[in-house]
């Protein structure tokens, strides 16, 4: 068994995960960790299972984890699963957890089976259950939440110009005086805009959810005496070819997957931390910034948000405090976490 650590990764299929963990098993000090990564069905993950059986991935100790983040309880069981391991030693301590997955629909919406837009719950709902249950299993001083976020989050954000999707002046604020639009896809719907902008405002709703937790979360482990050590970071990874644009008309679909893989190689070459770039830079951007390789970040970085191997500042919703404040009891409400669940002291 490792006695380093394990690095949890979510969504290890998708195109920036499969890139994390090529990049993981190639360097030594960090194929030195053991690897927890999750799909959503591990039957049919062979990418993964390519990337892991490769000579350089030998030395690599590793467990592919079927988990359906839309899935609450399959979440609860995943998490306790893990964290019985750790407990029992079987496993070291998370090191790292690298909240990775995402749902993105550029056509038709879908729910999940409890009624929550789907891109909201594998985006947020279920990787916030999953990092508030996890805590008590990870590395109290080194241990490191890594949220991956989006210009999508981020109505003001010029790479967002392009497809004209917040020009109008009704979608430039996302978060109102409630979660329930976001959580339930009334905001954004089908029926308001049917065409590929309602979906990736869907999408960048979930997006700024998840990026929302990175101050609050933050805030609240500083104030626990055991847990203080830990740091929550995110970082936009920029706009990758990868199979998140699966979902949608076909000429999106054959744009991101027959051109622009090759043409996001030269834009990396003329522009490295530019608004289009390969999976290869952005796992290293990502892998810097969860084991402090980027000198961007400084001496113990926490509450931090990157656009890849630079220093940014998340949305202005994502830092109202007020917005925070009824995102977490929404979210408390969702998930229907206790006491029980998490050692996080204020939980509540």
Known sequence: MSTKGTILLTGANGGLGLAVVRNIVSRSELAAYHGLYTVRDSSS?????????DAAAASHSHDIVSLDLTRLDAVREIATAINARVAA????????LILNAAYLEFGAQTWTAEGFDMSFAAAYLGHWLLTLMLLQSMDRDHGRVVVIGSSAHDTQDARNNAGAQYADKKWQTIFHDSTEPIAKGTWSSTKEDP?????YRRYGAAKLCQVMMIPELQRRIDADP??????????DPGSTPTYLVRRGDWRIVGLWT???PWLV????????NGA????????ADILAAAFDSNPNLGEQPKGLYLNGEERMEMAAEARDPRKRDILWKDTLKYTRLDEKDTILANWA
């Open 89 to 96: 030693g079987e496993i070291p301590p998370i090191r790292v």
């Open 195 to 199: 065409s590929f902008r309602g979906g």
């Open 265 to 272: 190689v030269i834009l990396t070459w003329l522009w490295p």
């Open 276 to 283: 289009n770039r390969t999976v290869k830079k952005s796992s």
């Open 226 to 235: 055991v847990l203080k050590g830990i740091s929550v970071l995110g970082i």
């Open 45 to 53: 993950s062979q990418r993964l299972r390519s990337a892991l059986g």
């Open 258 to 260: 027959f051109v622009m």
